[in-house]
């Protein structure tokens, strides 16, 4: 596997972290999904993570069961968090991921949430660094390297 670090697919995302209220109404928190696109977000009370709350969750907590979105509060649906430390690589956040059946992983700090990976943002990382490195293999291979002269 390319090695990398969590903090380095943290300084290439949208610096901004949403996240929702424990006593929101699940329709609240997927409302702000869609209005940012986003697939799940940290729950978030005193400064506290609680957990995460994802469209997974609504699908098979809400809809599935038959509850109402705009009646249920997001505490109820909420997921305990699997977490991660910005020094985690991106491997040991793939296998954490894959082990608990996650697709988002909170990245605290001490207590403090500084992000939130999806499963996406790894595997686009992954994709990316690989192009990298074939480029420069193709490049050395080729002669086009710099101090090929």
Known sequence: MIPGIINEILAHKNSELWSISPDATVFEAIQMMADRNI???PVIAAGKLLGVVSERDYTRKVALKGKSSKETRVREILAVPVIASPSDTVEECMK?????RVRHLPILQGD???GLVSIGDLVNWIITAQSVTINQLESYITGHYPGAD
């Not at 954490?96 to 608990?100: A, K, S, Y």
Request: proline share 0%.
């Open 112 to 114: 403090q949430v500084i």
């Open 39 to 41: 697939g799940a977000l």
């Open 96 to 100: 954490l991921m894959t082990t608990h």
